[in-house]
């Protein structure tokens, strides 16, 4: 089928972005192609960012990721008479969404599927206006790369941690680096702080990954620090308990307690055996719940069957397509 | 067209498939390492799947108390008999290499009497001595050791030859009619495969209903340990069964030469509760008890201090009591080769098993017979399963004002 992906590029190798959505879907047999979001007047459009002047033959789907590609998304599927399957993040949702934008998308606009990342986002879905039973869990995923043998034994010779503020809203920035500091000063470890999604600083080796701030979604920092088998230490929050259970894939601290976070940070760095332990299980756990390869092919099972209910097939038992939960 | 591997094991033309003869149990904690334990002993072949480490979960956040009816007075002499076959079980299995003596303190008079009653009557050696550590006035000993539950199912499972493999069990395969099961579906890493076999055994605790949706309803509660590590902590184990101490429970674990402390009570929440908000107010709870009763642990500067959660799963109507004896602790299931149950207590955990194995043997009696796949064939399909660590050794420690920072008892 051929399926018209909307978004905006900034989660590579993640099921959040455009790009890996593409190429997952034109791995898997369908004719997928990016389309970006044009803020034109009076309505927003797309276009595609390799400048072709249109869509090559109308879609036999529309999939927006993220509540910002809704608005471009509906105008697309109503003009190609295509249903449209909505991607919600966490981010777009209470309590993080800060307007009523997602609640307006769902209660107006022909969305034919929606789909959230977890069983508690469709709860928190359901109560600003979307369907139950055209709801749909899709856990997310991140790129899981083969371990790097020849790094599989280093340790740094002073503990390192890194510190990943991509998320970090501008309201925890304060108390974030403040922690942080203390953190430096107080356990004696070198702290590197990275703001970008693509800072190649990832790719070194470090003893902890620390994603501080309540106030955001850190989903994806967590699935690709525990996809490199790194412990991390993340604020204990309803969405960071839900990407990993607490000391079995790394450790939870209260955000308003900085007491809290500089001791669990000194002991973990003291202890190589529990850094391995919840590096392993942070691994194993992301490998075998939050590979993107596994997202993908929940969403393609999703797009067919929402296509072929489109088509009028009856979807069986009348129940909504399968969950794929974390 | 699949093929299967042939008997033996060894290179495969079908990886996707294993054929096994006996019974496959999920879940690799207390429960399903007894039942594997007890088929074996019953000449019964069994493949345990385990999706994250053996006696990680529940069976690894227990204090291992081996309760005989000392803090359940209320008990009918039925389930005392039941609680006290499963710990003769448990204290064989152990064989004094993991046992830890513990004790039952009190400040009420008539306390000590009320938990020798019992003990009396199944004629177990206890002894009761006076107490001069105010408020503490009374000590029996003798009829309640704890175990290290890891250590024992290790040591028993290895000997025994017990199979334990890594995967995780996605759901229950269609058999031959709608009444009965094929096997299961199991994801080992990135691959995915069909275990088949004429019995599957849920011990998974709360990871059953996700399999059979429908079996009896699963309570599950919330509830706290509390980790100290102090050179103050005493060596034995005991217990404060009052309720002016909320049930408390102590019982000490050593490692890398220093001694810790596991403390947990009666006292726990709803599982959909808030867990910042319950940690707070059991913290509060716990911290005046061990104020009170372990005041040199308090009070020292040098104590680390941590604590973890950890949801317990009962059968509903085992509330009243606590108890998870197995008329009650067996669940149902819509299929009559699938067995499912819960014990409520570890205690118990050996008498569900034997219920569960008897059952499987009846089961198998008319079953089809074959290979048990060798160990080179499962090694190119499943990984060994990893043991463990118990909860509380990857529970950071903290200072004490940093634990008890909302909830400090003044």
């Given at each position: 089928?051929?399926?018209?992906?909307?978004?905006?590029?900034g989660?590579?190798?993640s099921?959040?972005?455009?790009?890996?959505?593409?190429?997952?879907l034109?791995?898997?047999g369908?004719?997928?192609?990016?389309?970006?979001?044009?803020?034109?007047?009076?309505?927003?459009?797309?276009?595609?960012?390799?400048?072709?002047?249109?869509?090559?033959?109308?879609?036999?789907?529309?999939l927006?990721?993220?509540?910002e590609?809704?608005?471009?998304?509906?105008?697309?599927?109503?003009?190609?008479?295509?249903?449209?399957?909505l991607?919600?993040?966490?981010?777009d949702?209470?309590?993080?969404?800060?307007?009523?934008?997602?609640?307006?998308?769902?209660?107006?606009?022909?969305?034919?599927?929606?789909?959230?990342?977890?069983?508690?986002?469709?709860?928190?879905?359901?109560?600003?206006?979307?369907?139950?039973?055209?709801?749909?869990?899709?856990?997310?995923?991140?790129?899981?790369?083969?371990?790097?043998?020849?790094?599989?034994?280093?340790?740094?010779?002073?503990?390192?941690?890194?510190?990943?503020?991509?998320?970090t809203?501008?309201?925890?920035?304060?108390?974030?680096?403040?922690?942080l500091?203390?953190?430096?000063?107080?356990?004696g470890?070198?702290?590197?702080?990275?703001?970008e999604?693509?800072?190649?600083?990832?790719?070194?080796?470090?003893?902890?990954?620390?994603?501080?701030?309540?106030?955001?979604?850190?989903?994806?920092?967590?699935l690709r620090?525990?996809?490199?088998?790194?412990?991390?230490?993340?604020?204990?929050?309803?969405?960071?308990?839900?990407v990993?259970?607490?000391?079995?894939h790394?450790?939870?601290?209260?955000?308003?307690?900085?007491?809290?976070?500089?001791?669990?940070?000194?002991?973990?760095?003291?202890?190589?055996?529990?850094?391995?332990h919840?590096?392993?299980?942070?691994?194993?756990?992301?490998?075998?719940?939050?590979?993107?390869?596994?997202?993908?092919?929940?969403?393609?099972?999703?797009?067919?069957r929402?296509?072929?209910?489109w088509?009028?097939?009856?979807?069986s038992g009348?129940?909504?397509?399968?969950?794929?939960?974390? | 067209?699949?093929?299967?591997?042939?008997?033996?094991?060894?290179?495969?033309?079908?990886?996707?498939v294993?054929?096994h003869?006996?019974?496959?149990?999920?879940?690799a904690?207390?429960?399903?390492?007894?039942?594997?334990?007890?088929?074996?002993?019953?000449?019964?072949?069994?493949?345990?799947?385990?999706?994250?480490?053996?006696?990680?979960?529940?069976?690894?956040?227990?204090?291992g108390?081996?309760?005989?009816?000392?803090?359940?007075?209320?008990?009918?002499?039925?389930?005392?008999?039941?609680?006290?076959?499963?710990?003769?079980?448990?204290?064989?299995?152990?064989?004094?290499?993991?046992?830890?003596?513990?004790?039952?303190?009190?400040?009420?008079?008539?306390?000590?009497d009320?938990?020798?009653?019992?003990?009396?009557?199944?004629?177990?050696?206890?002894?009761?001595?006076?107490?001069?550590?105010?408020?503490?006035?009374?000590s029996?000993?003798?009829?309640?050791?704890?175990?290290?539950?890891s250590?024992?199912?290790?040591?028993a499972?290895?000997?025994?030859?017990?199979?334990?493999r890594?995967?995780?069990?996605?759901?229950?395969?269609?058999?031959?009619d709608?009444?009965?099961?094929?096997g299961?579906?199991?994801t080992?890493?990135?691959?995915?495969?069909?275990?088949?076999?004429?019995?599957?055994?849920?011990?998974?605790?709360?990871?059953i209903?996700?399999?059979?949706?429908?079996?009896?309803?699963?309570?599950?509660?919330?509830?706290?340990?509390?980790?100290?590590r102090?050179?103050?902590?005493?060596?034995?184990?005991?217990?404060?069964?009052?309720?002016?101490?909320?049930?408390?429970?102590?019982?000490?674990?050593?490692?890398?030469?220093?001694?810790?402390?596991?403390?947990?009570?009666?006292?726990?929440?709803?599982?959909?509760?808030?867990?910042?908000?319950?940690?707070?107010?059991w913290?509060h709870?716990?911290?005046?008890?061990?104020?009170?009763?372990?005041?040199?642990?308090?009070?020292?500067?040098?104590?680390?201090?941590?604590?973890?959660?950890a949801v317990?799963?009962?059968?509903?109507r085992?509330?009243?009591?606590?108890?998870?004896?197995?008329?009650?602790?067996?669940?149902?299931?819509?299929?009559?080769?699938v067995?499912?149950?819960?014990?409520g207590?570890?205690?118990?955990?050996?008498?569900?098993?034997?219920?569960?194995?008897?059952?499987?043997?009846?089961?198998?009696?008319?079953?089809?017979?074959?290979?048990?796949?060798?160990?080179?064939?499962?090694?190119?399909?499943?990984?060994?399963?990893?043991?463990?660590?118990?909860a509380?050794?990857?529970?950071?420690?903290?200072?004490?004002?940093?634990?008890?920072?909302?909830?400090?008892?003044?």
């Amino acid at each position: 089928m051929r399926v018209a992906v909307v978004g905006v590029l900034g989660h590579p190798e993640s099921s959040r972005d455009p790009a890996t959505v593409v190429a997952g879907l034109c791995a898997r047999g369908h004719e997928a192609r990016h389309l970006d979001v044009v803020p034109d007047l009076p309505l927003p459009t797309v276009r595609d960012p390799d400048g072709q002047p249109g869509a090559n033959g109308p879609p036999d789907i529309v999939l927006a990721l993220g509540a910002e590609a809704a608005l471009a998304s509906s105008v697309l599927a109503r003009r190609s008479v295509s249903p449209l399957v909505l991607c919600l993040r966490p981010a777009d949702l209470p309590p993080l969404v800060e307007h009523d934008a997602t609640e307006l998308v769902l209660r107006h606009l022909p969305i034919t599927a929606v789909v959230v990342e977890s069983a508690r986002c469709r709860v928190l879905a359901a109560t600003i206006g979307a369907e139950p039973s055209r709801t749909i869990v899709i856990a997310p995923g991140v790129l899981v790369a083969r371990p790097d043998r020849g790094k599989a034994s280093e340790s740094p010779a002073r503990p390192r941690v890194l510190a990943d503020l991509s998320t970090t809203s501008p309201a925890d920035e304060a108390v974030a680096r403040g922690v942080l500091e203390r953190i430096a000063t107080e356990v004696g470890v070198d702290v590197h702080r990275v703001t970008e999604v693509g800072d190649p600083a990832r790719k070194e080796t470090w003893t902890l990954v620390v994603i501080p701030g309540a106030g955001s979604d850190p989903t994806l920092p967590l699935l690709r620090a525990m996809a490199d088998g790194l412990p991390v230490l993340t604020s204990d929050t309803a969405l960071s308990a839900e990407v990993l259970a607490s000391m079995r894939h790394g450790l939870l601290a209260a955000a308003e307690d900085p007491d809290e976070w500089v001791e669990k940070v000194r002991y973990v760095v003291a202890d190589p055996a529990l850094q391995a332990h919840l590096g392993r299980g942070a691994r194993a756990h992301v490998t075998a719940n939050g590979d993107v390869e596994r997202a993908l092919d929940a969403l393609d099972d999703c797009l067919g069957r929402v296509t072929g209910a489109w088509n009028g097939d009856p979807l069986s038992g009348s129940t909504p397509p399968a969950d794929r939960a974390m | 067209m699949t093929t299967r591997a042939p008997a033996g094991g060894g290179p495969t033309l079908d990886p996707s498939v294993i054929d096994h003869p006996g019974v496959l149990v999920v879940g690799a904690g207390a429960t399903g390492l007894i039942t594997a334990l007890e088929l074996h002993r019953r000449g019964v072949p069994s493949l345990v799947l385990e999706r994250e480490s053996a006696c990680a979960m529940q069976s690894g956040q227990c204090h291992g108390w081996l309760h005989r009816g000392a803090v359940f007075p209320e008990a009918a002499d039925s389930e005392v008999a039941e609680l006290a076959a499963g710990a003769d079980w448990w204290q064989e299995a152990a064989e004094r290499r993991w046992l830890i003596e513990g004790e039952v303190l009190g400040t009420d008079p008539d306390g000590a009497d009320r938990v020798t009653r019992l003990w009396t009557q199944l004629s177990v050696a206890h002894s009761v001595a006076d107490l001069a550590e105010p408020p503490l006035n009374w000590s029996v000993r003798g009829g309640e050791p704890s175990v290290v539950p890891s250590e024992v199912l290790r040591a028993a499972a290895t000997a025994a030859g017990v199979v334990v493999r890594a995967a995780d069990v996605r759901e229950l395969l269609p058999g031959p009619d709608r009444r009965y099961v094929g096997g299961v579906r199991v994801t080992a890493g990135p691959r995915a495969l069909d275990v088949r076999a004429p019995v599957v055994v849920l011990a998974a605790g709360s990871g059953i209903s996700r399999l059979v949706p429908s079996a009896a309803v699963l309570s599950e509660r919330l509830s706290f340990m509390l980790v100290v590590r102090s050179e103050e902590a005493p060596a034995r184990a005991f217990t404060v069964p009052e309720q002016q101490a909320l049930g408390l429970m102590v019982v000490p674990r050593d490692r890398a030469g220093r001694r810790h402390l596991l403390v947990s009570n009666f006292v726990s929440y709803a599982a959909t509760a808030e867990v910042r908000h319950a940690r707070r107010a059991w913290l509060h709870g716990v911290g005046a008890t061990v104020r009170e009763l372990l005041p040199r642990v308090w009070t020292d500067p040098d104590a680390l201090w941590g604590t973890y959660g950890a949801v317990k799963v009962e059968r509903e109507r085992q509330r009243q009591l606590g108890l998870g004896v197995p008329g009650a602790a067996v669940l149902d299931t819509p299929f009559k080769n699938v067995l499912a149950g819960v014990p409520g207590k570890l205690v118990l955990a050996p008498v569900l098993a034997a219920h569960i194995s008897d059952r499987c043997v009846e089961l198998l009696a008319s079953g089809r017979g074959g290979e048990v796949p060798s160990s080179e064939w499962l090694d190119a399909l499943l990984p060994q399963a990893t043991w463990g660590p118990e909860a509380w050794q990857l529970t950071p420690l903290m200072s004490r004002g940093t634990v008890f920072s909302a909830g400090e008892a003044a």
